[in-house]
T-cell receptor, first 113, second 119 residues
Framework: DIVMTQSPDSLAVSLGERATINCKSS????????????LAWYQQKPGQPPKLLIY???TRQSGVPDRFSGSGSGTDFTLTISSLQAEDVAVYYCQQYYNTPFTFGPGTKVDIK | QVQLVQSGDEVKKPGASVKVSCKASGDTFTSYAIHWVRQAPGQRLEWMGWINGGNGDTKYSQKFQDRVTITGDTSAYTAHMELSSLTSEDTAVYYC????????????WGQGTLITVSS
């Protein structure tokens, strides 16, 4: 199974400041035939299901604010919130869908400083 | 876009089985795969398996292979996940979610069903 790790476990950022979350996979999730990384990011608020933010490592889902961006390829990925808003307080998960079982990172909790 | 509505929370005894349903509305059930993901208290999300809504093919995580069965009723636009031989470690919120033909990112998700296993 592909093991997903995230760092940091949690972070607190001032409103309007940048938040950066890292995700690493135990093996590459880049598919050479289409040069796409099979990596998604989700946001989960308390008592709610996860919400898709990013897929193909950097493609923003329709309706997701453009302050959210994803980058990276292969085994190392980053989710950036360029200007943190109060409504962004949540836990963020990365997920690989390169092969089954699809696996998730442990999550990174984002709070307001 | 498809919307997913799950069955209600349940309490089960150890050793029992539970069946959770997930009804799709707003789009054609056969166009999607339905995945099941669970989240135990304080734990990361855990993928359990999926069913292809079009042809009924299933695939399970090896961790749950012997205890989980995912089925689909295309006429009722509903998928079911049955988990047997429950233990306290199966206490979790169980989610269904869809993926499309383009890739297996999960969107949207059902609201979640809390399964509590307790004697």
């Amino acid at each position: 199974d592909i093991v997903m790790t995230q760092s940091p476990d949690s972070l607190a950022v001032s409103l309007g400041e940048r938040a950066t979350i890292n995700c690493k996979s135990s093996q590459s999730v880049l598919y050479s035939s289409n040069n796409k990384s099979y990596l998604a990011w989700y946001q989960q608020k308390p008592g709610q299901p996860p919400k898709l933010l990013i897929y193909w490592a950097s493609t923003r889902q329709s309706g997701v604010p453009d302050r959210f961006s994803g980058s990276g390829s292969g085994t190392d990925f980053t989710l950036t919130i360029s200007s943190l808003q109060a409504e962004d307080v949540a836990v963020y998960y990365c997920q690989q869908y390169y092969n089954t079982p699809f696996t998730f990172g442990p999550g990174t909790k984002v709070d307001i400083k | 876009q498809v919307q997913l509505v799950q069955s209600g929370d349940e309490v089960k005894k150890p050793g029992a089985s539970v069946k959770v349903s997930c009804k799709a509305s707003g789009d054609t059930f056969t166009s999607y795969a339905i995945h099941w993901v669970r989240q135990a208290p304080g734990q990361r999300l855990e993928w359990m398996g999926w069913i292809n809504g079009g042809n009924g093919d299933t695939k399970y995580s090896q961790k749950f292979q012997d205890r989980v069965t995912i089925t689909g009723d295309t006429s009722a636009y509903t998928a079911h996940m049955e988990l047997s031989s429950l233990t306290s470690e199966d206490t979790a919120v169980y989610y269904c979610a869809t993926s499309g033909a383009d890739g297996n990112w999960l969107d949207p998700w059902g609201q979640g069903t809390l399964i509590t296993v307790s004697s």
